[in-house]
């Protein structure tokens, strides 16, 4: 009897030493838990906001000069403009592409805006990969951007990763004026002066071209109205037609 008794005993002692850890380590958990979320990341994830808000509109300025891609494609002219229209065939580039061309932009760029948060010192900040979704939308551009920081301040760390800003731009607009000069000129070897006038005075841009060497036509669209904040928004494009052929 003695020994089933030191038995029961042990057996008791056992669970309640189980038990005993058990809560600890829930107690545990929920205090860095706690911890965890009482870390104040206001100023960092404001720091991170400014940046993608700056990045985007200096990502739509830069893609508009440069023919909406971040480096020129094969198919351009020596100084580097894309063709849109060359003798005959159509080379626009989609909107798919061009919203494509910006988050390359915009994903290579936070890295240096945020400069590895060395103006946050008293915070060890891991960063993840970027990978920015673009949306062009009628009057402005919306960045997505997936960007993964790992905080920590003593024994506290959280986790940020989803950020949304939207730029106000005139991308959308200049893009169907282009896209519409494109499908015209698909209809002529030469440059119909009147069509491109009505689609200026349709979607309330400028349209400018400067001919080039070798037939290259050179166009810039600019949108005033709604721009950008520090400048008006401007479209590069080239087109080169075969001059010749029509003059023979």
Same mark, same amino acid.
């Given at each position: ?35 965890? =979320? %009482? ?5 960092? #994830?404001?720091? @991170?906001? &400014?940046?993608? !808000?700056? /990045?985007? $509109? ?97 024994? =506290? %760390? ?5 950020? #949304?800003?939207? @730029?106000? &731009?005139?991308? !959308?607009? /200049?893009? $169907? ?70 003059e023979e």
């Amino acid at each position: 009897m003695n020994k089933r008794a030191q038995i029961t005993i042990f057996i008791i002692l056992a669970i309640v030493v189980v038990a005993g850890v058990g809560i600890y380590f829930a107690v545990s958990g929920n205090l860095n838990k706690s911890k965890s =979320s %009482s870390l104040d990341t206001r100023q960092i #994830e404001s720091f @991170v906001q &400014s940046c993608i !808000e700056e /990045v985007g $509109e200096d990502a739509i300025y830069e893609i508009g000069q440069n023919g909406g891609y971040v480096f020129a494609p094969e198919l351009s002219t020596f100084s580097g403009v894309p063709y849109y229209f060359y003798e005959g065939n159509e080379s626009l580039i989609s909107k798919p592409e061009l919203e494509n061309e910006i988050s390359k932009y915009v994903n290579a760029e936070i890295y240096l805006c945020t400069n590895e948060f060395e103006n946050y010192p008293d915070y060890e900040i891991i960063e993840g990969r970027i990978n920015t979704t673009i949306e062009i939308l009628e009057d402005s551009v919306k960045f997505k951007v997936k960007y993964p920081l790992t905080i920590s301040k003593g024994n =506290s %760390s959280t986790i940020l990763e989803n950020f #949304e800003a939207k @730029v106000s &731009s005139g991308l !959308e607009i /200049v893009y $169907e004026a282009i896209y519409e000069i494109i499908k015209d000129q698909m209809n002529s070897d030469s440059i119909c002066m009147s069509c491109i006038m009505n689609i200026a005075e349709e979607k309330d841009v400028f349209v400018h071209m400067k001919e080039g060497l070798e037939g290259d036509v050179l166009f810039t669209i600019t949108e005033k109205n709604i721009g950008l904040d520090r400048k008006d928004f401007e479209f590069v494009f080239a087109n080169k037609y075969n001059f010749e052929n029509e003059e023979e």
